[in-house]
């Protein structure tokens, strides 16, 4: 997954049990984005493996996780 050239995402992610293996991501705005589900009025926890990848050449953000739980 690479070659996007600067203008967005690279791969985005939204669930709960993420695992990302073997593979090469780069050049783009952010390279991986992950985010949980959205459930208001609770914290949220997702699980992350990021294994023997190679993550390189992002503008913003190597890797960005979070959820989309929205505070009130």
């Known amino acids: 997954l690479?070659?996007?050239n600067?203008?967005?995402t690279v791969l985005e992610v939204m669930?709960?049990?993420v695992k990302i293996v073997?593979?090469?991501i780069s050049n783009g705005r952010n390279c991986v984005r992950v985010?949980?589900?959205e459930q208001s009025g609770n914290?949220?926890?997702i699980n992350v493996l990021?294994?023997?990848c190679i993550i390189t050449q992002?503008?913003?953000f190597l890797i960005k996780m979070g959820t989309n739980v929205k505070e009130w």
């Open 2 to 4: 690479n070659q996007l």
């Open 43 to 45: 914290k949220e926890k």
């Open 58 to 60: 992002a503008r913003e």
């Open 35 to 37: 985010y949980g589900k």
């Open 50 to 52: 990021i294994e023997s």
């Open 22 to 24: 073997n593979s090469r």
């Open 15 to 17: 669930g709960d049990n």
């Open 6 to 8: 600067h203008v967005g």
